[in-house]
């Protein structure tokens, strides 16, 4: 039998292939994001599922919350160890001539937003939050993720998708990664 691999892989958030880490209320599919995972699979790229750090650090049962709350000596420590981890299995697939094409985000996620994550909270009664705002920036795992791809001599580009408009931001992947591959 004939080995056909395509040797490229592309690292994507959680839950782009789980919506069940997604805090409670927020999540757009039953299972996973089928627009995101069919221009990855048309493309012929294997995927590499980033753990969810909000979800391994608080849990199921946490609040939604910006990037306030989570740009934290603790969750900065707990997404570095993520992040190391993950450019270790990109350094093995590299190594053997399996590119890392791109790191795919969560537009707006505190965590892993890349173009744009959230701000507007900065504690205190969750009831009386108001509206988190969208800003230009990385979430705090991207900041961490991309630190240590650059400090293992990796360039690998990264892109996120807006779960509020997935068709069109399904569209703008494929080109992305098209212009990549």
């Not at 997604?22 to 590499?48: C, F, K, N, P, T």
């Not at 892993?112 to 205190?124: H, I, K, M, P, Y």
Request: glycine share 12%; charged share 25%; net charge positive.
């Amino acid at each position: 039998m004939e080995d056909v691999r395509g040797l490229r892989v592309v690292y994507v958030s959680h839950c782009v292939l789980n919506q069940n880490s997604v805090v409670r209320g927020l999540a757009v599919r039953r299972g996973m994001l089928s627009e995101v995972v069919g221009v990855l699979d048309g493309l012929g790229l294997g995927v590499v599922q980033l753990p969810c750090p909000e979800t391994g650090y608080l849990g199921l049962k946490r609040w939604w919350q910006v990037k306030d709350q989570y740009d934290c000596v603790g969750f900065r420590k707990y997404c570095r160890r993520l992040a190391e981890e993950a450019v270790s299995l990109a350094l093995e697939f590299e190594g053997n001539g399996v590119r890392v094409v791109a790191v795919v985000g969560i537009r707006g996620s505190p965590s892993c937003g890349v173009r744009e994550t959230s701000t507007g909270w900065v504690g205190g009664d969750p009831s009386k939050a108001g509206r988190s705002v969208r800003v230009w920036g990385m979430g705090v795992f991207m900041e961490e993720l991309e630190k240590a791809f650059r400090e293992a001599g990796l360039s690998v580009p990264m892109t996120d998708v807006d779960v509020s408009r997935l068709k069109e931001s399904a569209a703008e992947l494929r080109e992305f990664l098209g212009r990549l591959i």
